[in-house]
C-alpha cells in the first residue's frame, strides 16, 4: 500500500520512468500499433504475407517479424519499405 501512496497524483508515464520501464513500454507501444496498422492495410489491400514480401523484395520471415507485435529489433528501412507497398507515408519526429 505504500508503494501505491508514493505514485498518487502522478501520470502513468511518471509512474513508468520512476520504475524504469518508460522507454521499453513505449517501444513496445509503438510496435504493436505499428504492426497492427500494418495488417489491417494489407488486409484492406487483400495483399497476402506471400505477395507482400514479394513486393518489398524482402524474405517472409523478415515480413513476419515486421509484423510480430512482439518484435521491436525492425529496422527504419523495412518499416518504410512496407509502407511505400502499401502506399502509406511514414512520419517521425522527436519530442520534449
Known sequence: MANM?????SSFDE?????GLLEESTVEA???VLAWQ???AMKTGDISK??????MKTSRAALDRLLDPEN???TLRTIFKAAGVLGKHVHLKLVE
Not at 509512474?15 to 520504475?19: A, D, I, V, Y
Open 5 to 9: 501512496k508514493r505514485h498518487t497524483g
Open 30 to 32: 509503438v510496435k504493436r
Open 15 to 19: 509512474f513508468l520512468e520512476g520504475e
Open 38 to 40: 500494418i495488417a489491417e
Open 50 to 55: 506471400v505477395e507482400m514480401a514479394r513486393r
Open 72 to 74: 521491436s529489433s525492425v
